[in-house]
C-alpha cells in the first residue's frame, strides 16, 4: 500500500483529481458571484409585480411613473408615496431579500453536495487516466527487467498512437536492437579470437610432435624450423593487431593537425618498395604463376585532419593493404582525397553481396571461409579501420561495387572540428 501511495500513478492521480475537483469549485464559486449581483433586482421586480391589491400596483398598471423596483426614485412630478405604498415598498423589499438569501443558501448547499459527489468519480477518473498514461512505461520497466543475455531478441513493440511515450518505446526497441548486436558480435569475437588463437598453437604442436619425430634429417629439421618461424611470425601479427584494434577503441590520447594527402602517399610509395603480395595469373605460354602488379589511380588532393598520426598511419596502411589483398589479376586501386575531409580507397576484385558488406567490418569475419594460406591476413583489417575512424569521429561508408569489377569502395569523411580525446581516467 506505502508502495502504491508513492507511484507516480498516485501523484498522478492526486494532481488530476485536485485539477477537476478545483475547476468544480471554481466554477460553483463563478455561479454564485453571477447571481449575488443580480439576483435580488430579479427577486424584488418578480414580487412587486405579483403582488396585487394596492394603489401602489395599480398605478404601475395604469401607465403611472412609478418605481418598478423599490430601489427606483420616483420620478419629478410624481405623487408622492402615501403610507400604504411604503408599507408595500418594504414588505417587497423584506420578501425579496428573504427570497435571495433563502435562493442563495440553498443553491451553495447543493452546489457542494453536487461537488462532494462530483469529486468521488473526479478521482477515480484521474486514477484511470494516470494508468492509461503510464501503461507504455510500465511495459517498458517490466520488459527492461526482463532482459538478459538470453532473451535480448525480446522487443516492447508498444501498438498507440504517435506521441512522446510512443518515441521512447520505439526508442528502446532501437537501443535493444543495438545492445543485441553489440553483444552477438562480442560472441562472435571472442569465438572467432579463441580459435584463431588456437590454430597456429596446433599447427606448432603437430610440427614439433609429427615433424620433430625420431632423428629427422637435416633438411626436414630446417623445414619444420621454417614452418614453426612462419607460424610464430602470423601469431605475432594477429596479437599486435588485436592490441592495435584494443588501442583504437579506448580514443585518442592526444591530437595534432595531420597532412592525410602526403600521410597517404607516403604509405603509397612503403607499398610500392616493398614485395607485393603476389596475384596469381597464368602466364602465356607458361604454366607457372606470374605476380601482376594493381594499377594504382590516385587523385590526392590536400587534406590536414586532426587525429593520430601513428593511428591514421594504420588506416591508410589496412585500406590499401586489404585493396591489394582481395584484388584481381591486373585490376585497379583508386586513392582520393578531397578538401571536405573525405579519404576514398577503391579496388576491384571478387563481387560482393551488397548484404554481406556490413559483415565485413567485424574483427575475424571474411568474405570467404580461411584457407590458412600464405599471406593470408586475419580478417582484422577493415575492423581495425572502422574503430580507428570511430576514434576520430570519422564516418566510415563501405560499398560493394557492381559487376564486372567487383570488389569494395571505402570511404571515410572526417569531421572538420577537431577529434574527441579520451576521456581522462577516473581517480580511485
Known amino acids: 500500500m ?102 442563495l443558501h440553498e443553491l451553495l448547499i447543493v452546489s457542494l453536495i453536487a461537488l462532494a459527489v462530483f469529486a468521488v468519480p473526479s478521482i477515480w477518473l484521474a486514477w484511470w487516466m ?13 520488459t527492461a527487467r526482463r532482459l538478459s543475455g538470453e532473451n535480448l531478441h525480446e522487443r516492447i513493440g508498444l501498438e498507440a498512437p504517435p506521441g512522446e511515450l510512443k518515441r521512447l518505446a520505439d526508442t528502446f526497441d532501437g537501443m535493444l536492437d543495438r545492445m543485441e548486436s553489440l553483444v552477438g558480435a562480442q560472441r562472435r569475437f571472442a569465438a572467432n579470437a579463441a580459435h584463431e588463437l588456437r590454430t597456429p598453437l596446433a599447427v606448432q604442436r603437430a610440427a614439433a610432435e609429427i615433424g620433430l619425430a625420431g632423428d629427422p634429417p637435416p633438411q626436414k629439421v630446417a623445414r619444420i624450423r621454417s614452418k614453426l618461424i612462419g607460424v610464430a611470425d602470423s601469431s605475432e601479427h594477429l596479437i599486435e593487431s588485436l592490441l592495435l584494434l584494443a588501442v583504437s577503441e579506448e580514443g585518442l590520447e592526444a591530437t595534432a593537425p595531420v597532412d592525410l594527402a602526403a600521410l597517404v602517399e607516403t604509405e603509397l610509395t612503403e607499398a610500392a618498395r616493398a614485395e607485393p603480395e603476389p596475384v596469381p595469373a597464368a602466364a602465356p605460354g607458361a604454366g607457372r604463376p606470374v605476380v601482376v602488379r594493381p594499377v594504382v589511380v590516385r587523385d590526392l588532393a590536400a587534406l590536414t585532419v586532426t587525429g593520430d598520426r601513428a593511428l591514421l598511419g594504420h588506416l591508410v596502411r589496412n585500406l590499401l593493404g586489404n585493396a591489394v589483398r582481395h584484388n584481381r589479376p591486373g585490376g585497379r586501386i583508386g586513392v582520393s582525397t578531397c578538401a571536405d575531409g573525405e579519404l576514398t580507397v577503391s579496388n576491384t576484385g571478387p563481387v560482393i553481396e551488397p548484404a554481406d558488406v556490413p559483415r565485413l567490418l567485424e574483427p575475424f569475419r571474411r568474405r570467404a571461409e580461411r584457407q590458412h594460406t600464405t599471406g593470408e591476413g586475419a580478417g582484422l583489417g577493415l575492423s581495425i579501420v572502422a574503430s580507428i575512424a570511430r576514434a576520430h569521429g570519422a564516418k566510415l561508408v563501405a560499398r560493394a561495387n557492381p559487376a564486372p569489377d567487383g570488389g569494395l569502395t571505402v570511404r571515410v569523411r572526417f569531421p572538420v572540428g577537431p577529434a574527441p580525446l579520451r576521456p581522462p581516467p577516473e581517480e580511485s
Open 2 to 103: 506505502r508502495a502504491v501511495l508513492h507511484s507516480e500513478r498516485a501523484r498522478l492521480t492526486a494532481l488530476y483529481g485536485s485539477l477537476l475537483v478545483l475547476a468544480g469549485g471554481g466554477l460553483i464559486a463563478l455561479i454564485n458571484i453571477l447571481l449575488r449581483g443580480g439576483l435580488y433586482t430579479r427577486i424584488s421586480g418578480a414580487v412587486t409585480t405579483a403582488v396585487p391589491g394596492t394603489a401602489f400596483e395599480r398605478a404601475a398598471v395604469e401607465g403611472q411613473l412609478l418605481p418598478a423596483v423599490p430601489a427606483q426614485r420616483l420620478p419629478p412630478g410624481a405623487a408622492t408615496p402615501t403610507q400604504e405604498q411604503l408599507r408595500t415598498w418594504a414588505a417587497t423589499r423584506n420578501l425579496s431579500t428573504a427570497v435571495e438569501s433563502a435562493t
Open 130 to 142: 494516470a494508468g492509461r498514461v503510464l501503461r507504455p512505461v510500465g511495459v517498458i520497466t517490466e
